[in-house]
């Protein structure tokens, strides 16, 4: 089971660190957010063993995806936050597949779903 935390209130310009329990140890982790209206969006996804990163043009160089298999956890570290990163984050499991570097971006890629955590960035 897949769950999410780290959400909050924030100003511009901070900076917050999502965590979400990996599913199983063998699958890439995705993150991925929504806005009211808005349908949901890549983030950043990381290959099972950590050897592949992939970030949305409009985190990178800001947001950091990392895991921790030992202790069964995906980060996403959030920095110089702005309001329109606000929105509800959602990590995922992506479906398992044989290739180790496998990290997909497109949301059918990933079968099982945390619930969200809110992010909030005020100016």
């Known amino acids: 089971q897949l769950q999410a935390s780290g959400g909050g209130l924030v100003q511009v310009g901070d900076s917050l660190r999502l965590s979400c329990t990996i599913f199983?140890?063998?699958?890439?982790m995705g993150w991925f957010r929504q806005t009211p209206g808005k349908e949901r969006e890549f983030v950043a996804v990381?290959?099972?063993?950590?050897?592949?990163?992939s970030y949305s043009d409009s985190v990178k160089g800001r947001f950091t995806i990392s895991r921790d298999n030992d202790k069964s956890i995906v980060y996403l570290q959030m920095n110089t936050l702005k309001p329109e990163d606000t929105a509800v984050y959602y990590c995922?499991?992506?479906?398992?597949?044989?290739?180790?570097?496998?990290?997909?971006?497109?949301?059918?890629?990933?079968?099982?779903w945390g619930q969200g955590t809110l992010v909030t960035v005020s100016s």
């Open positions: 199983a140890l063998d699958r890439a």
């Open positions: 990381i290959s099972r063993r950590g050897g592949v990163t």
């Open positions: 995922a499991a992506a479906f398992a597949n044989a290739r180790t570097f496998y990290a997909p971006t497109q949301e059918t890629s990933y079968a099982y």
